[in-house]
């Protein structure tokens, strides 16, 4: 299968888990256990698979953010609530956001035609979870009952597969968290200040991470991020890295199953963003 294949299919239902962390239903059910703000919901629920682990361990599977804005988060998740009541309450979030963006249709064959072939797809990558350790904790909670669920759940494995793979490949290339997101911003797919921001890392933080690239030859000594050809090159051999490491779990359903998964997928994708579950 080539490696894009996963690519795409991965993107077309990328929607359908990252809504996730932006649904209102989501933040409501983290209030109502003892959550504090959005961003104990979201480390905690994310996390909550792991167990109440340390913030360290946070820090090294989430890759990104700034060692104080986890430290906040966690273990403060955990004097809140358990991570079996974080973990019920995100799944009955899900449940009401897919709810409120679908409407009769969440009953509807294809979400469950799209679901069986989700879980497929899930289930190949869970015989593979060694160097995946996100991954690997959500792949050992129960499989909900509802099509739409069992979409929900098994598109969030999908995700964290690619993810965990996407890390590996990440600290491969020598980036550590701040310098991957300034990399992410030299492609122009998000602005540097979202990233920044949303990460919590200070302007000092943010242009020694850019002057560090800048030495390393990974950006060019321009004002702007901009790569080098060789920085070009380096970042396109983390994605396609990504992309190789991802493809084991897609290719049992191979290029039919696939572009059907897409198909599927792409109907509850529309329905989660004309919903506005995204922000």
């Known amino acids: 299968m080539d490696p894009l294949t996963a690519r795409r299919t991965w993107r077309s239902l990328e929607p359908i888990h990252g809504m996730i962390y932006f649904a209102p239903e989501a933040q409501k059910a983290y209030d109502a256990i003892g959550l504090t703000g959005s961003r104990e919901g979201y480390f905690g629920s994310r996390a909550a698979a792991m167990g109440a682990v340390p913030a360290e361990v946070v820090m090294a599977t989430f890759f990104n953010f700034h060692p104080e804005l986890v430290r906040r988060a966690v273990p403060a998740a955990w004097a809140a609530a358990p991570p079996e009541a974080i973990l019920e309450a995100r799944l009955s979030a899900a449940g009401a956001a897919l709810r409120r963006a679908l409407g009769e249709e969440i009953d509807a064959p294809e979400v469950g035609e799209a679901a069986a072939l989700a879980r497929r797809a899930a289930e190949t990558a869970a015989e593979r979870p060694e160097g995946r350790p996100l991954f690997a904790a959500h792949a050992s909670l129960p499989w909900p009952e509802d099509p739409h669920l069992v979409l929900w759940h098994a598109q969030t494995l999908l995700r964290e597969f690619r993810g965990d793979a996407h890390v590996a490949a990440l600290t491969l290339e020598g980036l550590d968290g701040v310098e991957a997101l300034v990399v992410h911003a030299a492609t122009g797919e998000v602005a540097a200040s979202v990233l920044q921001s949303s990460r919590a890392w200070s302007d000092d933080e943010w242009a020694a991470a850019v002057e560090r690239l800048?030495?390393?030859?990974?950006?060019?000594?321009?004002?702007?991020?901009?790569?080098?050809?060789?920085?070009?090159?380096?970042?396109?051999?983390?994605?396609?890295?990504?992309?190789?490491?991802?493809?084991?779990?897609?290719?049992?359903?191979?290029?039919?199953?696939?572009?059907?998964?897409?198909?599927?997928?792409?109907?509850?994708?529309?329905?989660?963003?004309?919903?506005?579950?995204?922000?």
């Open 214 to 279: 800048r030495r390393r030859g990974i950006l060019d000594g321009s004002s702007s991020l901009t790569f080098t050809e060789v920085g070009r090159e380096r970042r396109q051999w983390v994605e396609d890295r990504t992309d190789a490491l991802s493809v084991s779990a897609y290719a049992g359903l191979g290029d039919e199953g696939c572009a059907r998964l897409r198909e599927l997928g792409r109907v509850v994708s529309k329905a989660v963003i004309a919903a506005g579950l995204l922000g």
